[in-house]
C-alpha cells in the first residue's frame, strides 16, 4: 500500500511569513496526526484527527498554527506567522484505529530564517 | 510528569553483535507500547508494537520485552546490521479509545562498526 505523503519536502522562510504543509495519508485511514519533531528529540503531537473532527489539539500553539481536515482525508497544517523556533521537521502520520501502530511520512523540514 | 525515557543517547555495536536498547517510561497507567527506527530525513518506521497484557513479543530479528513491575521497556536486535543504524523511538499511548495519545522519548542513536 502507499504510504503517508507529505509535500514539500523541504521549506525556508524569513520568520513572520506564513507557510502551509500537506499531507495525504494512508487509505481508509481515518485518523491523521501532525507532529513537530525539533532537532535531536522525539516527535511532539500538535493535533490528531478522526476523519474529519478535531480530537486533540492542547498542544497545537493555535494563535499561529491552524490544521484542517477537509473531507476527512487530505490535511494541511498552517504556520501563520512563523518564528524562529519553529523550525523544525513536521511529520505527518495516519492509523487505521487506536491502539494500531501510526505509519508517518517522511516529513517537512522548516527553516525559519 | 508522564515521559517516556531512554537510558543511553548513543549505543554502538559490533556488526554481528547482538543490540539491546532500553526505555523506561512512567506512566504505570499506558497499555500499548511501540518501537520506531528513524533514519537520518526519513519519518519513523514502525518496528515492533506490544500490549501490556504481554511480556514479550518477537519479530524479524528483533524483540521486545516489557516489565511493567519496573516500567520498563527493551528492544532487542539480534545479529546487528550496518541497516540497522539509526535513531530508535521508544512510545506509549496515553489515554484510552480512540483520543489516546502517543508520547516518544528522546531516542537512543544506534552505530553499528563493520
Known amino acids: 500500500e502507499a504510504g503517508v505523503a507529505q509535500s514539500p519536502r523541504y521549506k525556508i522562510i524569513e520568520k513572520r511569513q506564513s507557510v502551509a504543509f500537506w499531507c495525504n495519508p494512508i487509505?481508509?485511514?481515518?485518523?491523521l496526526y501532525w507532529y513537530q519533531q525539533i532537532l535531536g528529540q522525539g516527535p511532539k503531537l500538535l493535533i490528531q484527527?478522526?476523519?474529519?473532527?478535531?480530537?486533540?489539539d492542547s498542544q497545537l500553539p493555535k494563535d499561529r498554527f491552524s490544521a484542517e481536515r477537509l473531507k476527512g482525508v487530505d490535511s494541511t497544517l498552517k504556520i501563520q506567522p512563523a518564528k524562529l523556533e519553529d523550525s523544525a521537521v513536521y511529520l505527518c502520520?495516519?492509523?487505521?484505529?487506536?491502539?494500531?501502530?501510526?505509519?508517518f511520512g517522511d516529513g517537512t523540514r522548516l527553516s525559519i530564517l | 510528569g508522564e515521559s517516556v525515557g531512554l537510558h543511553l543517547p548513543t549505543l554502538s555495536v559490533q556488526e554481528g553483535d547482538n543490540s539491546i536498547i532500553n526505555c523506561a517510561y512512567s506512566?504505570?497507567?499506558?497499555?500499548?507500547f511501540i518501537w520506531y527506527k528513524q533514519e537520518s530525513g526519513k519519518g519513523p518506521q514502525f518496528i515492533i508494537d506490544?500490549?501490556?497484557?504481554?511480556d514479550k513479543r518477537q519479530g524479524q530479528r528483533v524483540t521486545v520485552l516489557l516489565n511493567k513491575t519496573v516500567k520498563h521497556l527493551s528492544l532487542q536486535i539480534a545479529a546487528t546490521q550496518p541497516g540497522d543504524s539509526a535513531v530508535y523511538f521508544c512510545?506509549?499511548?496515553?489515554?484510552?479509545?480512540?483520543?489516546?495519545?502517543?508520547?516518544f522519548g528522546q531516542g537512543t542513536t544506534l552505530q553499528v562498526k563493520p
Open positions: 502520520a495516519s492509523s487505521a484505529d487506536r491502539p494500531q501502530p501510526q505509519h
Open positions: 487509505s481508509g485511514h481515518a485518523t
Open positions: 484527527f478522526q476523519n474529519n473532527g478535531v480530537v486533540d
Open positions: 506512566n504505570s497507567a499506558s497499555d500499548y
Open positions: 506490544i500490549r501490556s497484557n504481554m
Open positions: 512510545a506509549e499511548i496515553h489515554g484510552s479509545g480512540n483520543t489516546g495519545k502517543l508520547i
